[in-house]
């Protein structure tokens, strides 16, 4: 079956720290793997990736993918509260569905 | 671009009747969309598969004739929770597939409660 792992499940900061978001995945037809971020109603994307090693950035978050170790992680550097919400992994498992991880609740304090 | 509508945003209804749940991509075609479904502080779990022209793939679990799917044109999708009773109540997200830039487009989701 397959499976997406995020962790934490939640984590507390103070603006200004800087976060590391954790995925791992067991698939057995990877394709991609995204992230999301979801504060009060749908989710929007963040990222994709598709190859290992190259990293990902979009202003303050940045984001890299393993393939050899199935993982990826999620930087956000400089945190601002606006920055809190649920980070939402997934990966795409082979015809275009989306397996999800339950995701990271990330409190950003000022 | 790749915007997908999704409409109502909230619903009430009473038990024992239906809710249709749009899904429309506005600038893009989209052949196959998704339905989800999301419980308070848990992640999204795929329901089902919508493809246009053809009848739904639906996930282990989830029953076909309650959760009723159809995907008439490239740009529409529609989730008919029949016979609706207080355990549906959950957040309903769809998403498509843009092909444009292979990246996938969520609707704002639709808070169902049934009372």
């Known amino acids: 079956e397959d499976k997406v792992v995020q962790s934490p499940l939640s984590l507390v900061v103070h603006e200004g720290d800087t976060v590391t978001l954790n995925c791992s995945y067991e698939?057995?037809?990877?394709?991609?793997l995204l992230w999301y971020k979801q504060e009060k109603k749908a989710p929007t994307f963040l990222f994709m990736l598709?190859?290992?090693?190259i990293e990902k950035k979009s202003g303050r978050l940045s984001s890299i993918l393993d393939k050899k170790e199935l993982f990826s992680i999620l930087n956000i550097t400089a945190t601002q509260t606006g920055d809190s919400a649920v980070y939402l992994c997934a990966v795409d498992a082979g015809s275009e569905k989306l397996v999800f991880g339950k995701g990271t609740k990330l409190t950003v304090n000022p | 671009g790749a915007v997908v509508s999704q409409h109502p945003s909230w619903v009430i209804c009473k038990s024992g009747t239906s809710v249709k749940i749009e899904c429309r991509s506005l600038d893009f075609q989209a052949t196959t969309m998704f339905w989800y479904r999301q419980f308070p502080k848990q992640s999204l779990m795929l329901m089902a598969t919508s493809n246009e022209g053809s009848k739904a793939t639906y996930e282990q679990g989830v029953e076909k004739d309650k959760f009723l799917i159809n995907h008439a044109s490239l740009t529409l999708s529609t989730l008919t929770v029949t016979s609706a009773h207080p355990e549906d109540s959950s957040f309903y997200i769809c998403?498509?597939?843009?092909?444009?830039?292979?990246?996938?487009?969520f609707g704002s989701g639709t808070r169902l409660t049934v009372v």
């Open positions: 998403s498509a597939s843009n092909r444009q830039n292979y990246g996938y487009t």
């Open positions: 598709t190859s290992s090693g």
């Open positions: 698939v057995t037809n990877f394709r991609s």
